[in-house]
């Protein structure tokens, strides 16, 4: 089943304490020019204040997770100039500290290499020093515990459901995943930052069990919670656009968990 509830994430009521297994988002970039008028609706101009927005959903996020549940954030750092000084705009670095300002702890995490269409592309000109910049390539995925393990019996049915095999945990747990495509973007004004399925489906089931409840607070056009149906989870969606909102919305009541995934995104693979 896919609950999509239309509104701000910062206000979380309609979920209960301890309800949720695994949190799979990503979230409007920090200082990325695409999110500035979204933010700015919200209150936020600055680094500190969207960071003070996405720090109230990770709040609710760290309530509305079961012990031992898992987040995992997929966040970019960004590259702006500001006041003349062209400079990175630590987004992964403020989350982790963030996150674990919040009593979760912080474990080791993944870097999504993006192939990129044009691997020579840089920052700079020509082939003279000092004053080129490294390409940012890789995007984090953050991944956080909230207290100790989890422990669930050995012989647990739904468990033993959802074991990985030996190939895919190899490939998994290694921590750059270098071989998923970005998701082709669509035109200027339109684009919504939607992460490929491969992303939720390998976090959903590395972090959880089948039957389980899956969060996605900036549930975006819903490639985590269709993602997430299709492998047997239960999904939580928020999206603060009306219209996309109200899309999700006509697209889970249409789901049934054996037909094609709503938004075209195929079927797991
Ligand atoms: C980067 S996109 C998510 C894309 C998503 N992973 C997908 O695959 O489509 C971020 C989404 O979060 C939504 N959003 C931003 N702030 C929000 C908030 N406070 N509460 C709920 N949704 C929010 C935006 O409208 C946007 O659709």
Same mark, same amino acid.
């Given at each position: 089943?896919?609950?999509?509830? &239309?509104?701000?994430?910062? $206000? ?108 020579? &592309? ?14 940012? =390539? ?28 030996? &190939? ?6 290694? $921590? ?21 399925p ?24 819903g490639t985590?919670?269709w993602t997430?149906a299709a ?9 603060? =656009? ?9 697209r889970?009541?249409?789901w049934?968990?054996?037909g094609a995934p709503p938004h075209g995104a195929g079927p797991p693979?």
């Amino acid at each position: 089943m896919i609950r999509v509830h &239309a509104g701000d994430a910062r $206000q979380m009521e309609a979920v209960a304490d301890a309800c949720v297994h695994l949190v799979v988002t990503s979230p409007p970039y920090p200082m990325i020019p695409q999110w500035d008028a979204l933010f700015a609706r919200l209150g936020a101009t600055s680094f500190q204040e969207m960071h003070d927005v996405l720090g109230e959903v990770w709040a609710q996020c760290a309530r509305v997770l079961v012990p031992g549940g898992l987040i995992a954030i997929n966040i970019g750092d960004a590259l702006r100039t500001v006041d003349g000084t062209f400079a990175l705009w630590p987004n992964h670095a403020e989350v982790l500290l963030r996150v674990r300002a919040l009593g979760l702890t912080a474990l080791p995490y993944l870097l999504w290499k993006k192939p990129m269409n044009r691997p020579n &592309a840089f920052l700079g000109s020509g082939f003279l020093p000092p004053n080129a910049y490294v390409t940012l =390539d890789c995007e984090p995925i953050l991944l956080f515990r909230k207290g100790s393990l989890r422990r669930l019996a050995r012989n647990d049915p739904a468990r033993t459901r959802s074991r990985f095999s030996r &190939a895919e945990r190899d490939r998994w747990f290694s $921590q750059v995943w270098a071989d998923v495509r970005a998701e082709r973007q669509g035109p200027e004004g339109r684009r919504s930052a939607a992460f490929p399925p491969e992303i939720p489906r390998r976090l959903i089931r590395m972090f959880s069990v089948e039957g389980e409840t899956v969060l996605d607070p900036f549930a975006g056009t819903g490639t985590t919670l269709w993602t997430a149906a299709a492998l047997g989870r239960e999904a939580i969606g928020f999206e603060v =656009d009306a219209l996309r909102a109200e899309e999700l919305r006509r697209r889970a009541e249409e789901w049934t968990p054996r037909g094609a995934p709503p938004h075209g995104a195929g079927p797991p693979r």
